[in-house]
């Protein structure tokens, strides 16, 4: 007979840390994964033979590097449950970062015109649009299958928003009050790719330095902003200074970086010049 507890304790044994347990038996269980109290509760209840071998499955999959949220099928961003698969990066809270910087630069305006670019999963755009409902939020992506996901979770979320394929700013419109992006910025030979194996490489990649992809966005953004309009981009832990000397070189203005949660410099933005 396997407790609960003897689960998570054989979990333990493989390295897997405690959350991560915790998050694949819910999901073994067909419990959601908000109920780790329930676990805790319960950590005397056998579990049926089925979930067992399903979580004693997962668990291996977990060790072999998969991200738990490809094997749950899901990740919570930014208060909005998102579903996710192996076509999308997976949403890091990180990025949280971005999107309350991005919500912070459209107070005071009505019914912004924002741009997300590589939307991937959706995740910020939609989190934009849950934040400021009268938000017009356009996002692309170059992958038709990560618009799929990102199409699939605007529908269940009940937020609208205008997903297209496209190559970053190629025919986007002139107007937007703000631009937005994770784009890759990984360096080719990174030495910490290898660990990221299962999500997509074309979302992670981005030349030599990893900035291949900024440069193109910073450079094209000028041309699609209203006057006064943001340009918001995450990117590497160490890549601050150099994005930022990018932006200036490209006559954006009020340029500034803001800090994750564990204090490093996450994402840079800056101001097209002039008065909206």
Not at 20 to 30: E, I
Not at 37 to 66: I, N
Not at 154 to 173: H, I, K, S, T, Y
Request: proline share 6%; charged share 25%.
């Amino acid at each position: 007979m396997s407790t609960i507890k003897a689960l998570l304790a054989a979990a333990a044994t493989l390295g897997l840390d405690r959350l991560d347990s915790q998050l694949l038996l819910l999901h073994a269980l067909g419990r959601g994964s908000n109920e780790r109290a329930w676990l805790l509760a319960h950590d005397t209840d056998a579990a049926p033979g089925p979930s067992v071998q399903a979580f004693l499955k997962l668990c291996e999959r977990r060790r072999a590097g998969e991200p738990v949220a490809y094997l749950v099928g899901e990740k919570e961003f930014h208060g909005l449950g998102l579903r996710v698969d192996p076509r999308v990066l997976v949403p890091r809270p990180d990025t949280e970062t971005l999107v309350d910087w991005a919500i912070e630069c459209l107070q005071g305006l009505t019914a912004p015109r924002v741009l997300d670019l590589g939307t991937g999963s959706g995740a910020i755009a939609l989190a934009i649009r849950h934040g400021r409902a009268d938000a017009r939020v356009a996002a692309v992506d170059a992958s038709a299958d990560a618009l799929e996901v990102a199409r699939a979770n605007a529908r269940r979320l009940g937020l609208p928003v205008d997903f297209a394929q496209g190559d970053w700013l190629a025919g986007a419109a002139p107007d937007h009050d703000l631009i937005v992006s994770n784009p890759p910025y990984i360096a080719a030979g990174d030495p910490h790719l290898p660990a990221l194996r299962h999500e997509p490489l074309q979302a992670l990649v981005a030349g030599a330095d990893g900035l291949d992809d900024i440069r193109r966005i910073v450079g094209d953004a000028p041309g699609h902003l209203r006057p006064g309009g943001w340009l918001l981009l995450e990117h590497g832990h160490d890549q601050a200074e150099a994005v930022r000397s990018l932006m200036v070189g490209h006559g954006f203005t009020e340029v500034q970086s803001r800090h994750d949660l564990a204090g490093i410099a996450r994402c840079s933005g800056g101001k097209r010049p002039g008065v909206k």
